[in-house]
């Protein structure tokens, strides 16, 4: 019943934006974290930011703090990361995922993808 839907990526010159989206559906509980990650084609996946839904602590991988942003909406489902100065190496797909203790994801979306290119 818990499904995470993001959207929001496309294809952005770089130094552009993009703001992503991630939907949280069929989970009750209003203490946990999102988490975003992103893979690129041949890499591992990497952690991008974390935000906590009940009190909106924030942490973001050191390769994108200053140009990513985290937040979320009013009714606590939905969870943005904006996305500026976007760079080529910032090309992937990007995930969103769910937790309730720090490392252990419990829930994933499907992905969507981030193309940076001139």
């Known amino acids: 019943q818990v499904q995470l839907v993001e959207s929001g990526g496309g294809l952005v010159q770089p130094g552009g934006s993009l703001r992503l989206s991630c939907v949280v559906s069929?989970?009750?509980?209003?203490?946990?974290?999102i988490g975003w990650f992103r893979q690129a084609p041949g890499m591992q996946r990497e952690g991008v930011s974390r935000?906590?839904?009940?009190?909106?602590?924030?942490h973001y991988a050191d390769s994108v703090k200053g140009r990513f942003t985290l937040s979320r909406d009013d009714a606590k489902n939905t969870v943005y990361l904006q996305m500026n100065s976007l760079k080529p190496e910032d090309t992937a797909v990007y995930y969103c995922?769910?937790?309730?203790?720090?490392?252990?994801?419990?829930?994933w979306g499907q992905g969507t993808q981030v193309t940076v290119s001139s």
């Open positions: 995922a769910l937790g309730l203790v720090k490392n252990e994801w419990l829930y």
């Open positions: 935000i906590s839904i009940l009190d909106c602590s924030t």
């Open positions: 069929g989970f009750t509980l209003d203490d946990y974290t």
